[in-house]
């Protein structure tokens, strides 16, 4: 157990929809991630938040979108759906934002039919 | 444009006998290296780092190998264990720009008993 909760763990919509998928980090850990993994693929890194601002961003559709809380968990919210947004998505915290060791959670399979 | 490959899709070994997974990068200006085991149905787990300014690092029976000339790393587990199972990222990042992590596609390992 990573100390890293994602939810929920399978979530199943239609195209066109809207999801927001949560994710509470490690007690203390101030930098959360966002990656996608799709059918064998490695994981994609979407958008690192640090205390509550944006810090990087990486191949995240403009249909995408994430904030991260004052209590430092976060969300990710997903709009118009497409068939090939069926993915695993993985949040990940690490105490700072530089070498840390990035901590995953189980991550969230969405399928979207 | 990958700039993180591993090139083997799967790898079946032997238990008790040496496991070498190889990861070749394109970015000379990735400085900081690591390597997660994912096993089914969980997120990706930490299990070693190196920094560009080392050429191996070791932790019990895991050793990661780096060759900055020839931009490639390598994982040994020795002596491997059916537990050793999983699917292996390696990941690179640079210490300067965004800090984000860029992961290779995964190596399947399976430890034969």
């Known amino acids: 157990d990573s100390g890293v909760t994602q939810t929920p763990k399978h979530l199943i919509t239609a195209t066109g929809q809207r999801v927001t998928l949560r994710c509470s980090p490690r007690?203390?850990?101030?930098?959360v991630y966002w990656y996608q993994q799709s059918l064998d693929q490695g994981l994609q890194f979407l958008i690192q938040?640090?205390?509550?601002?944006?810090?990087a961003k990486g191949n995240i559709l403009e249909r995408f979108s994430a904030q991260q809380f004052p209590d430092l968990h976060s969300e990710l919210n997903l709009s118009s759906l497409e068939l090939g947004d069926s993915a695993l998505y993985f949040c990940?915290?690490?105490?700072?934002?530089?070498?840390?060791?990035?901590?995953f959670g189980p991550g969230t399979r969405l399928t979207v039919l | 444009d990958q700039q993180v490959k591993q090139n083997s899709p799967s790898l079946s070994v032997q238990e008790g006998r040496i496991s070498i997974l190889n990861c070749d990068y394109t970015?000379?200006?990735?400085?900081?290296f690591l390597w997660y085991k994912k096993y089914p149905a969980e997120g990706p787990t930490f299990l070693i780092s190196?920094?560009?300014?080392?050429d191996k690092n070791e932790d019990g029976r895991f050793t990661v190998f780096l060759n900055k000339s020839a931009k490639h790393l390598s994982l040994h587990i020795v002596p491997s264990q059916p537990g050793d199972s999983a699917v292996y990222f390696c990941?690179?990042?640079?210490?300067?720009?965004?800090?984000?992590?860029?992961f290779g596609t995964g190596t399947r390992l399976k430890v034969l008993a």
């Open positions: 007690s203390g850990d101030l930098s």
């Open positions: 990941a690179a990042r640079a210490t300067s720009g965004t800090y984000k992590y860029i």
């Open positions: 938040y640090y205390n509550g601002e944006e810090r």
């Open positions: 190196i920094s560009s300014i080392k």
């Open positions: 970015n000379s200006m990735f400085d900081y």
């Open positions: 990940a915290s690490s105490v700072g934002s530089n070498t840390d060791t990035q901590y």
